[in-house]
């Protein structure tokens, strides 16, 4: 374990801290791109193993985030104690090798399986990743910093996107997930060889308050007094689950409203949106690390107005038959909704303590993901399912139909079900999906007011103030 040594400076030479923040970046976004892939190739692996909506939500959703977060625990507390550099490097080995894997699946429950074993490698990136930016950066930096690391999200987005849709297009799904395992193995080893693990609490003013090592239980009790982590949380929550809702059902969603292929959507839609959701999450940690010394709630405020403003834009999107308004509507209201990637995690470590710090982002993450990312996808698709059910319910047409009747390819309704019929299924999973996921993004409300509310026990509750 490194010794606790603040000296209230950054560690290491501008340009090296720049490398390492750098490549935890580059590793954060490959965690991206192969967690959020299953999104951007959803529709032909709903219609090759003829799920329901709620079924893939499951899969891309809940069936990934509880092992993703349980998992998380135990690593964060290895990373109070032992090299985090190397924990990092080995569990992106391990994800990459699951990656590969999930291009080999058959089905639902071999597809399951080996995201759950993705999910365990990639628990070991956030928690450790967040305690070493700690260490690199001093509190008045970490913003900015984590806003660096934040982008791996959008990027990752913007890479499975920009090259998963055009690969699927050409060739299949499985192909795409070949391809991004790829990378993973060399930049796992290159990692290994040439990050320096700082010493805990180095970046942090002498004098702060850092108490011994504690077990899991203590750690946590002193978290959960603070009032801030739970309204962070709360906000969190929420936008992940509209952000999970998102990430695995906007592509589906845009190919039945506008008639579009995976490639198609994935240039034309999703890529612009990620390309904003990462200028929104750098933007805000260079404008909160301006405004902190006037403003020192800045850090909250900021993306809780802009939560607040991304709503109309994206029910704007979701609904409107036109196709350059919607990209345009999309990609705005991403970028005001992303805002709150870097500064949530600059928020948890200010609150912690250098020797807990990735055991606090753990037990953010297990509620945040577990109850956010991996119930959002679930509700989506069970809402999806549920509209789409509710408008068949009495139509001549459907009669003796269920929703999964009307799963498969248009070619596949047509030979099993007949012209007439396979249109109006189309148009129910169309518009029970739609239904679905503007429920889903009008929680961009509530999580806005969460971020504002956060700023009445802020500066109560900082170990390390951010000025």
Not at 346 to 369: D, H, K, P
Request: glycine share 10%; proline share 5%.
């Amino acid at each position: 374990m490194s010794e606790l040594t603040q000296t209230g400076k950054a560690y290491g030479a501008p340009a090296y801290r720049g490398f390492v923040l750098g490549t935890l970046t580059l590793v954060y976004t490959l965690s991206a791109v192969d967690r959020l892939l299953i999104g951007v190739v959803a529709q032909p692996i709903i219609n090759e193993f003829q799920l329901k909506d709620w079924e893939f939500g499951l899969l891309s959703g809940f069936g990934f985030m509880i092992t993703y977060t349980l998992a998380g625990i135990p690593i964060a507390r290895a990373a109070e104690q032992y090299n985090r550099v190397r924990i990092i490097a080995v569990c992106l080995f391990i994800w990459s090798i699951m990656t590969m894997l999930c291009g080999l699946a058959w089905g639902f429950v071999s597809m399951l399986i080996f995201r759950i074993g993705l999910s365990i490698g990639e628990a070991g990136c956030v928690p450790p990743a967040n305690s070493l930016i700690g260490d690199y950066y001093p509190a008045r930096s970490r913003a900015k910093a984590m806003a660096i690391f934040g982008l791996g999200v959008p990027l990752g987005g913007i890479c499975a996107n920009l090259i998963g849709g055009p690969v699927t297009d050409a060739y299949s799904w499985r192909h795409t997930f070949f391809l991004f395992a790829l990378p993973g193995i060399p930049i796992a080893i290159m990692m290994w060889f040439t990050a320096a693990e700082p010493p805990r609490g180095y970046s942090d003013e002498p004098g702060t308050v850092t108490p011994a090592a504690e077990k899991l239980w203590p750690t946590a009790r002193t978290l959960f007094r603070k009032t801030t982590f739970w309204w962070i949380t709360g906000a969190s929550l929420l936008a992940s689950m509209t952000g999970g809702a998102l990430a695995n059902f906007q592509a589906p969603l845009f190919q039945r409203l506008h008639e579009m292929s995976v490639g198609d959507v994935a240039i034309k839609f999703v890529f612009p949106m990620a390309t904003g959701a990462a200028i929104g999450s750098f933007s805000a940690g260079w404008l909160t690390e301006r405004l902190t010394p006037r403003h020192p709630n800045a850090i909250a405020w900021i993306p809780g107005v802009a939560l607040i403003g991304s709503l109309p834009l994206y029910l704007v999107s979701l609904s409107t038959p036109t196709v350059a308004l919607g990209v345009a509507a999309h990609a705005t209201a991403a970028t005001l909704m992303y805002t709150y990637l870097g500064n949530q995690f600059a928020i948890i470590q200010g609150i912690s303590a250098a020797n807990s710090r990735a055991t606090a982002v753990a037990l953010f993450l297990l509620m945040n993901n577990l109850l956010g990312s991996g119930l959002g996808p679930l509700v989506a698709g069970g809402l999806s399912d549920m509209f789409a059910g509710v408008a068949m319910t009495g139509s001549a047409w459907a009669e003796g139909l269920k929703v999964v009747d009307c799963k498969g390819t248009s070619m596949e309704l047509v030979q099993r079900l007949g012209e007439t019929v396979a249109g109006h299924c189309r148009d129910v999973t169309r518009d029970g999906l739609q239904q679905s996921l503007l429920v889903m993004v009008s929680l961009a409300l509530p999580t806005g007011l969460g971020f504002l509310l956060a700023c009445r026990g802020l500066q109560k509750d900082l170990v390390s103030k951010l000025s």
